[in-house]
């Protein structure tokens, strides 16, 4: 198992990769082409990088905008698992630019092609996102917005996941308040409290094959607000980071 740190825009302060313990930390800065649409020569890349680590263990990904990098552990995976996407957003559009992996389009991605994916399980989105989810697509899917959360409506299609497979977890936290995260996208309205209710909701005596968690927010803001969103940032990376890892000890 190895537990990473894929830094594309050294949005990472070295405080947070001192504080996380058990972590390798891998410099993606020099990779051309990868923000938000990744051309294959940078998917090559990646998995370059990649190579030698499996998909167990907690991932950092550095902002939603290469929420996609989640594809490229999952590839990694030769058995019957489910996927559990925490995420404001579906992540299942029909890309802009067809044969380029999009941070927008790679869960629909994986849905059509990956040959061991039995479920995947979209937790958090707003309700009209979920209609935006083109039909193909729909095939083994199931979706829990937000407003089912909301209103406590979600335990019964939560208890619909198979207990026999496998899980790996995917975090963006856009799915979280302000109070919470603070990401380049928009974003919803659930707490950290919420979200790990549910993550021990699905985990408990169950194989965690792997995790990942993305959702930084990028350089280029002013410093005052900048460092504030670092500092919420950071605090909760810690804490999902301490928590998921009571439940992966491969």
């Known amino acids: 198992m190895r537990n990473l740190i894929m830094d594309f825009t050294h949005c990472y302060p070295e405080m947070t990769q001192q504080e996380l313990q058990d972590i390798q930390y891998i410099d993606c800065s020099d990779i051309m082409q990868c923000s938000m649409y990744c ?22 990904l550095d902002s939603g905008n290469y929420h996609y990098v989640t594809k490229f552990f999952l590839e990694k995976i030769k058995f019957p698992f489910s996927l559990i996407l925490f995420d404001y957003h579906n992540d299942m559009q029909i890309p802009l630019v067809h044969d380029l992996t999009s941070c927008g389009s790679w869960a629909g991605e994986v849905l059509l092609t990956h040959p061991y994916l039995e479920q995947l399980v979209l937790i958090g989105p707003d309700s009209r996102t979920i209609e935006e989810i083109p039909d193909d697509r729909r095939r083994r899917l199931l979706c829990v917005s937000l407003q089912e959360l909301e209103q406590n409506k979600a335990r019964q299609d939560l208890k619909k996941i198979p207990e026999h497979i496998p899980l790996y977890i995917s975090i963006d936290k856009d799915v979280l308040g302000k109070n919470y995260a603070r990401t380049n996208w928009s974003q919803g309205g659930m707490s950290v409290r919420m979200l790990e209710e549910i993550l021990e909701l699905l985990l408990v005596n169950r194989e965690v094959i792997g995790a990942d968690i993305c959702g930084e927010c990028p350089a280029g803001e002013a410093l005052p607000k900048y460092l504030e969103d670092e500092r919420i940032n950071s605090r909760t990376n810690k804490e999902l980071y301490l928590f998921l890892k009571r439940f992966i000890v491969n």
Do not use: M, Q, V
């Open 39 to 60: 051309t294959p020569e940078a998917e090559d890349e990646i998995r370059c990088r990649l190579k030698s680590c499996g998909p167990s263990g907690i991932h950092f």
